[in-house]
């Protein structure tokens, strides 16, 4: 038996670092959205109790490294299953760039296995599993818009985008999260409006959303790559409403209200990236079937 499921990328409108806990770990308060920039996930049975990732993509580890690999470990583990399974996952997203691809192919596992080991579990049952993975998987295995707290696995449902293009540009290096955060200096962070940006999305208001948009980790990131600077200058030239850095970064995206305007800034910016992308918004959560 095989199961495919698709893993959407997600996006930031707004990042906000509160404090660091004691456990390490920061408390964030956040938007995410998902976007139609997506890996493939292949699960196959095999007839030997093994876990195997097969991937040709030479940036994503074959080992206990893979999220989607501790996924299907943990799955296996808690549930005593004692059938092997192939994770064949192919790359759109690119790796280590701010997008969740690695929490996405993740919690596409989970919903995957769900279905091809007959697990029965709920939505929020494997959320909740999916918090031991990674802060962002939780978020993955719904999709969706939602506001997210806690050191991100909190979870509320909320208001999807207006309809949009985003311009997603990744400059070829990648970016170490745990860096990011070692560098942040809490004290002294412009703080977003993240409720603002939660009541923006209530009403649809565009321009509201492009106005409200922030990201605490934005100056850290750029601080330690000017490049990221120089890729959200060039997309505000190009004519985007609204540009941030996704994440921790490296990439950026730029909000594209009307299509007509949207190959100037796209084929603007292929001129200083290798990676670039115009996708919609995705905004739907995730179902079970």
Known sequence: ????????????????????????????????????????????ELPKDEIRIVSHNRFVPDDQ?????????????????????????????PVAAGLAGGSSDAAATLRGLNRLWNLGLSMDELAKIGAEIGSDVSFCVYGGTALATGRGEIIQHIDPPPHCWVVLAKPTIGVSTADVYKNLKIHSLNHPDVDGMV??????????????????????????????????????????????????????????????RLPRVYNGLRGFCDQVFAVRMLGDVNSLD
């Open 1 to 44: 038996m095989r199961v495919l499921e698709k893993a959407p990328a997600k996006i930031n409108l707004s990042l906000d670092v509160l404090h660091k806990r004691q456990d390490g770990f920061h408390e964030v308060k956040m938007i995410m959205t998902t976007i139609d920039l997506a890996d493939r996930v292949e699960l196959i």
């Open 65 to 93: 490294r893979n999220l989607a690999y501790q996924a299907a470990k943990l799955l296996k583990d808690r549930f005593q299953v004692k059938k092997g399974i192939s994770i064949s996952i192919t790359k759109t997203i």
């Open 199 to 260: 009541k923006a999305l209530h009403h649809g208001d565009y321009h509201q959303i492009c106005h409200l948009m922030g990201n605490v980790l934005e100056s850290v990131t750029l601080h330690m790559h000017p490049e990221v600077s120089i890729i959200k200058e060039q997309m505000k030239r190009f004519g985007a409403d609204a540009v941030l850095m996704s994440g921790s970064g490296p990439t950026v995206f730029g909000l594209v209200q009307y299509e007509s």
